[in-house]
């Protein structure tokens, strides 16, 4: 089993930072991929964006491209998700997630199959 713990939600103004962090622990080895999804108020849980664990390659959504960065720190099992110029309508809870495909699944909820809590983050007008 895999327990992942995401962190560093909050409010922030539109144009501002936040950067989320997602600690893993038990058998981390088995999460090849982590990917960041978010789900805003009555819609869907959509994907942000993905790191391999094994070179760090990411992909990520369009709509984040140039403004979100994923990245990982292997000695302590927590990934992270740099959010640049934040917009309003990006207000969702964010989740981390531990998978073991890299390709085009990755953005597939059900390509993961270890889920943190949640961190809600809340980018006001």
């Known amino acids: 089993q895999v327990q992942l713990v995401e962190s560093g939600g909050g409010l922030v103004q539109a144009g501002g930072s936040l950067r989320l962090s997602c600690a893993a622990s038990?058998?981390?080895?088995?999460?090849?991929?982590m990917g960041w999804f978010r789900q805003a108020p009555g819609k869907e849980r959509e994907f942000v964006g993905a790191?391999?664990?094994?070179?760090?390659?990411?992909y990520y959504t369009d709509s984040v491209k140039g403004r979100f960065t994923i990245s990982e720190d292997n000695a302590k099992n927590t990934v992270y998700l740099q959010m640049n110029s934040l917009k309003p309508e990006e207000t969702a809870v964010y989740y981390c997630?531990?998978?073991?495909?890299w390709g085009p699944g990755i953005v597939a909820k059900t390509s993961y199959r270890y889920w943190g809590q949640g961190t809600q983050v809340t980018v006001s007008s």
């Open positions: 997630a531990g998978g073991n495909e």
């Open positions: 038990g058998r981390t080895a088995s999460t090849y991929v």
């Open positions: 790191i391999t664990r094994s070179d760090g390659s990411t």
